[in-house]
């Protein structure tokens, strides 16, 4: 099948990652994270962010979300993220469903919450009719492909602690946005409050794993019941284990989320002189948001396909992957070129 | 490492279902199960076990019982298991947390459910101050390495059937049955009356992947979401796809199991021979539970690591697997012999 | 303590309710509803409702919302509402705990939904990552004291319908709401395609007690199951029984509903000659909104206590009783002439 | 009705308690525990247990032990009762639905747990597979009427803090346990190590309303929440509030349950006089537990109904209540004789 701009887990897995998944095969090994694969895979977690640091490995997404979630809250807790977050549109319910807690939408222009946006929530401490707020939850990279700036995020985690209350960031593509800001991952998470983080691997080229990463491990004490309750404890664990160290070699990760990134731009750019076409978000990482003519959705669909985000207004989603090629982007963009002139 | 006898799941994987992941890795698949080869896996399932069969991939056991169970069942209803079912010491309380539902342990003596044992529990019907009966879970292996016959399992269906119950299986180590029994796998679930299946394939040679299966359709119409919902849906799907693909093929997991279980009917007879150690439970399967001299654990353990499935009488339990050798065997009894002896 | 404007649950029991109470008490009666009492009352319900209403007693708004929503959803569902609305401002997360949903708050101007502002929420359905959208629940009278009219409720009920969806009512004010409409209790709820109605007795002058009610038995079949698990089900039940029965008799209610609107109406007019007093929203049961000077709150509150419902723009909320008097009110209005000119 | 032993809470209400009620009735106070009935409520459980107690009312027995089991556990803990519990045996699986517990139920000869017998629960812990134990759960009076001795209950609560486990007391019927032990109630509480208790009332002769008791303030900083959330906060609670000030004023209480225990007491010296009715557990409080012959059961429950507690062996249970008159144990009485005599 043609690749297209579907989702950047349409791809596969980076060839280098899945020869340290077979070079990590042979034997046997204690299950569930007692094995060297994995332990080295802390170490490397520990590097990154500071030796006090709680690495805890999960299948995928939703999983790591809630996990981080439900660590540090109980039941009577909000949880305020932006309407357009993964955990609050993509998750079928799971964090209301595993923590009991209340998730708060806010609407946004970009993706991006703002300590003024949120204000409004930030009420009925200690009234227990109201759900406590507890977590402010923030994606980075965006659902709407657009990366918070460390200020940003400062500013997001002060109010969460001047209200006690903790910031959470879902880094599904936290790779994607490290490049984008040219920064190491401590230097806009941890250093600029973040207090759990979601670290996610299989969107960048891993076949499946993301860790839970807390930067104060008091958070963390009941994460491995939480863990293994929440059905997300592996018990060949090695297997993800080896990835995440492959992962970290030789700055993999950041080669994977350059190329995807350079992608995104490249397109952008064919994009920007197509005048039918019009792009609505800032591109910032490896995702496009576009108004396009609705009849070349399908025609367009065909050959590459990809998803609509927005039936209403005919927006559509396109990710780039490490495994796009600048042909298919020209290819892509040409067959637009080609549609919206048509007739 | 050297290979132990702690758990099935300590191996890693048969070589050729990782080719078969290899193979499916180059291209682009639209994610979450739709790609041709999660549904050829799900056409295989088909063939095994009927047209009308649902299938649902997840990650682990866990994910699957917990997926099975909430299909079926809502928060006020009970589920009689074994007081030795995964589902009961092993899963964390997940079943709880995720269903609502109250377990009903039942003492056995030997990990199988009769309907005698469980009879005193199928009381309360109709009554609203007691959790709702509704689900007879076994697990097929048992905990305790025993195999429950066709005829054993059509008693508890029939009464299950007979109260508007349902039987669950919980098939972790279902491949070790097949061959125990020399049956295929549909003779002694769907045509002896279970009406969800968990059925396994990482403790016989896959990497990760479990499937849910339905006989009856109309109990899997919300397991789509369910699955979703408990963070069992997996994106890059392929690969559990493809490996479930290659594990019917050629029959692979019966020669996968056949191994497993003749390496622990071997070192049972090895076992026989030392009067000093004393088998306690029929080996039907890849699991062997012994009564063995407490001095000899700790040494024994750090030649082959393995775990005491009981402190206070010494009895531990050796698991065999895929990849143990004749010469494991052996060596593992010669030192169980020595040690025994020494002193 | 002089009686204030904060709650119309502040008041205590209606003397004839009190009565009913006290003439049921001698003697014994088997308990959890099998009781003449609440079989009287039942078949009130009945008698208002059609034949093949099915009622649940439970103790309180909390428990009749939560009982109703989790009696026709699944943990993958999601529930629409007013951002304003009781179940998502006022039960400190019970819905999301209980039923598992996610609550999907809508903004609105008077705390009344419409076709148009939730219409954006119905999408998703069928796609497993989305949380299933699976009842439409309006408050009436609503949190801002505002009324549905029955062809607005009819109006949502057809688009909740139309989805396959349902139209659930929280009714803790119903009483208030038939009255504002003169309409019977039928006449705005089931002929105009409610499915689901707590319906309120302890903010209009019971001492406990609401009714979960389903005009659709189907949808109640396993609501009695529910209702014990959500520690709900009263033990001495006769108690709530009579007190629907008194309630019903020679239209008890609906007494002391107008005479809380009245008083409502009477207050409107008053506060209307005071300039500096401007009323937010239409007055069409027995609460009041209104914006005052900051300056006089402390004081007002120190006479008669009352709620700031907003603290950002000194909006307050004022509700009578049914034992407000007309005096009360002149003396409030007078006092807030007083403080308004003051200084 | 003909008054029968079927329970304690077919009882009314004591006539001094309903009193209360209607005297707290007149004028308004501020709902959920702000009124002076329940701050003097509060007042009177910290005057006989304890200033630093912490006291929560909620509506109904499956509520207290519902609270108080959430506050102190996490959804991967397990909590240890026997197999009569009232919380495994009759709350329709409450318990589990809102903590997300595991419950371990335990066989018991008389419905009272001791160290031996749940020592093979005390395990696991520290290893995430496992639900980790945190409470055992004694009920006072228990379901089969006996009573622990208080150094029984220190026993218990010793190997519960050995553990770092907590002691819950369901108290249903703790005033009865109190008369039968002839202590104060902290000192078989409090004072032998409990925990957390359930305080009943609505059994001993009031309306409705039972009490969550915390001897550590620590274990309740986040009861409101989880009381709100669990739908057991009362909008007019003085009404619960007024009952137990007044079932406290003169010791009540203990006239009420000295009384029901004397005329289980009566009952038993006549039962004993009829050979043909075994009494099988000790009358230690105001239950009678016998072995009567089937034939006599429908008879006998057409004039005084009670409930089977056995239907394989016929044995019933027979309660007494604060208004069981001796006539009515004495006609009681005398139609057993007649009925296993006749033919």
Redesign the interface.
């Known amino acids: 099948?043609?690749?297209?701009f579907?989702?950047d887990?349409?791809?596969?897995?980076r060839?280098d990652i899945?020869k340290a998944?077979?070079a990590?095969?042979?034997?046997?090994?204690?299950?569930?994270g007692n094995d060297p694969f994995t332990q080295k895979a802390i170490s490397v977690f520990k590097e990154n962010f500071g030796r006090e640091t709680e690495v805890f490995f999960v299948?995928?997404?939703?999983?790591a979300n809630?996990l981080g979630l439900s660590s540090v809250t109980?039941?009577?807790?909000?949880i305020i993220c932006a309407e357009t977050a993964h955990i609050?549109?993509?998750?079928?319910?799971?964090p209301?469903?595993?923590t009991?807690?209340?998730?708060?939408?806010v609407e946004t222009k970009n993706g991006k919450l703002t300590p003024e946006i949120i204000q409004h929530h930030l009420k009925g401490f200690d009234f227990?009719?109201?759900?406590?707020p507890k977590v402010i939850s923030i994606s980075q990279v965006t659902e709407m492909g657009t990366v918070y700036q460390p200020e940003e995020i400062k500013a997001l985690a002060g109010l969460a602690h001047s209200h006690n209350m903790l910031l959470h960031m879902d880094g599904a593509r936290i790779a994607n946005a490290a490049v984008s800001l040219n920064l190491g991952f401590r230097e806009f998470t941890k250093d600029c409050g973040v207090d759990v983080l979601s670290f996610g691997g299989?969107?960048n080229g891993m076949?499946?794993g993301e860790a839970v990463v807390f930067f104060n491990p008091d958070l963390a004490k009941?994460t491995?019941?939480?863990?293994?309750?929440?059905?997300?404890?592996?018990?060949?664990m090695?297997?993800v284990g080896a990835q995440f160290v492959a992962y970290f070699e030789n700055d993999l990760w950041k080669e994977t989320a350059a190329h995807a990134n350079k992608m995104a731009k490249m397109l952008e750019a064919e994009i920007k002189q197509i005048p039918e076409v019009k792009i609505t978000q800032p591109v910032e990482a490896n995702g496009i948001f576009a108004l396009v003519p609705p009849k070349i959705v399908k025609p367009l669909q065909e050959q590459f396909?990809f998803y609509i985000w927005n039936e209403q207004n005919s927006e559509v989603r396109w990710m780039t992957?490490f495994?796009t090629t600048e042909n298919e982007i020209r290819e892509f963009a040409a067959l637009i070129k080609k549609l919206v002139s048509e007739k």
């Not at 887990?9 to 897995?13: D, H, L, R």
């Not at 990590?24 to 569930?32: D, F, M, Q, R, S």
């Not at 609050?88 to 799971?94: F, K, Y």
């Not at 491995?224 to 060949?236: F, G, P, V």
């Open positions: 099948m043609k690749k297209g579907a989702s887990n349409n791809s596969g897995v060839p899945l998944m077979e990590a095969n042979p034997g046997h090994y204690t299950g569930y299948f995928n997404g939703t999983g809630v109980r039941s009577f807790n909000s609050q549109e993509d998750e079928c319910g799971a209301e469903k595993f009991g807690c209340k998730l708060l939408p227990e009719h109201h759900s406590q299989t969107k076949m499946m009941q491995k019941y939480l863990r293994k309750q929440s059905m997300q404890l592996y018990s060949k090695r297997f396909f992957s495994d």
